[in-house]
């Protein structure tokens, strides 16, 4: 019988391993029955089994040195495979509800990755008043030109499906050239930002444009597979056990949610929902709501820290 899983990473301090267990632990409060598997270095399975936590995991494996980063891990995905169908989910993220549904849209591609189909100027390019330069130039449209794309889509690489190994090796492979091609396009390193690691999503994104792979929404109302906590418009409680999120059915009024600066974020949202239309919500739970922004994640590292004492100390007992 062919098998469902789960596939997390985790890597440098141990505190990033006990996220995966945090997260974990909100997994099994709704999907007792598809094994899990976490990569790792040796000292974090020691870690974990140490603690007594290491029966939430089917099985815990070696990560390599070499696949200790974003691109390290998610350009080489093919080789973290042990399930006959993966989800590839970051350790930062609190599942919310049955996933049961999710996993049914997702058994339909041989590959894909959560996103949209049309990526902004912002996607891999500067995040300030630099952006405008590159709309103006239409840096955008000449990176597709030189390298015979169509279009360009938006990859969240936070989850990722695969079922279809020799697809998730070709995709795999053509992600890693579009990124050693990155002199020749208009994407910024983002180790030019001050970050410690390079980002892997616009190389996949070129990718699965070359590669014409579906890219599975992210936004779907009830049937969002995951959303960014935002405190302000998020509905939680310390344990997220019930998570209720404010949904704008308007992408444009949607996206404002990323913006760090509460005040200036409620009053473009309060501007623009006066739009005829633009006001339309929901109030929906995600599958799983995804801490990905560095401004936001406080709530989700005290879950993490409580969840962590939590499952070691009902081990121990």
């Known amino acids: 019988m062919s098998t469902e899983g789960y596939v997390l990473h985790c890597y440098g301090d141990e505190v990033y391993a006990r996220h995966a267990v945090a997260s974990v632990s909100t997994l099994r409060r709704y999907d007792t029955t598809r094994p899990v598997a976490l990569y790792c270095p040796a000292a974090h399975r020691q870690y974990v089994e140490e603690a007594g936590v290491a029966s939430l995991f089917e099985r815990i494996e070696p990560l390599p040195e ?4 974003i691109v390290g891990f998610k350009h080489h995905i093919d080789r973290f495979m042990p399930y006959d169908r993966c989800l590839f989910v970051d350790t930062d993220m609190v599942w919310c509800r049955d996933p049961d549904p999710l996993w049914q849209q997702l058994q339909a591609f041989p590959f894909t990755a959560t996103g949209r189909m049309r990526a902004d100027f912002f996607f891999g390019g500067p995040k300030g008043a630099g952006v405008l330069l590159d709309m103006v130039l239409n840096r955008r449209g000449r990176t597709l030109r030189r390298f015979g794309l169509s279009y360009l889509p938006r990859v969240q690489a936070g989850m990722l499906y695969a079922q279809d190994r020799e697809t998730t090796r070709t995709f795999c492979a053509t992600a890693q050239h579009f990124l050693e091609q990155a002199p020749d396009t208009h994407f910024r390193s983002r180790l030019n930002e001050g970050r410690s690691e390079e980002s892997c999503e616009w190389s996949m994104a070129m990718a699965m444009s070359e590669l014409d792979l579906h890219v599975f929404s992210w936004m779907q109302g009830h049937n969002t597979p995951q959303l960014d906590f935002i405190d302000g418009l998020t509905t939680y409680d310390p344990d997220f ?12 009024v949607h996206d404002l949610r990323g913006i760090p600066n509460e005040t200036i974020r409620d009053l473009l949202i309060a501007l623009l929902t006066r739009l005829p239309g633009w006001g339309d919500q929901m109030r929906i739970t995600p599958f799983v709501l995804h801490f990905g922004w560095l401004h936001e994640k406080e709530p989700f590292y005290a879950f993490a820290e409580r969840a962590w004492t939590q499952c070691t100390s009902a081990e121990s007992v």
């Open 66 to 69: 070499a696949h200790r980063s």
């Open 241 to 252: 056990e019930h998570v209720v999120c404010d949904y704008y059915t308007t992408p444009f």
